[in-house]
């Protein structure tokens, strides 16, 4: 799985191998993998977008990834979803980022 994750992101330089970050690009996405080398299990799969990139090339590549490997996504709040950009679009709506992108100025002074 890490050779397909490298297709499609850089490695960073960090955490034995297990994450991978856009380094100096225009976008910032990243992705870590916590994995039970003991068990031979993942323990943590996270990939983090930068929703200001409107080419969506690396959240439809973790989202065919996520498919291919029949996995489900969760965000910070708890709620599930399949690996699809509808899906994860109601996700992103109403969601920290989603509001901080449309009014900056109004997502800080509403900061509890």
């Known amino acids: ?3 397909d994750i490298d297709k499609i992101i850089t490695r960073a330089e960090w ?4 994450s991978w970050k856009t380094e100096k690009a225009e976008f910032d996405h990243d992705l870590s993998i916590d994995f039970n080398e003991k068990e031979n299990y993942i323990e943590d799969f996270r990939f983090r977008t ?3 990139d409107s080419t969506l090339t690396f959240i439809k590549s973790m989202l065919d990834l996520c498919d291919r490997k029949e996995w489900i996504l969760i965000d910070d709040k708890g709620n599930l979803c399949k690996p699809k950009i509808q899906n994860l679009a109601e996700l ?6 989603d509001r901080f992108l449309r009014n900056p100025t109004e997502f800080f002074e509403n900061i509890k």
């Open 1 to 3: 799985m890490k050779n």
């Open 15 to 18: 955490n034995g191998g297990a």
């Open 92 to 97: 992103i709506k109403d969601s920290d980022a």
């Open 50 to 52: 930068d929703l200001t």
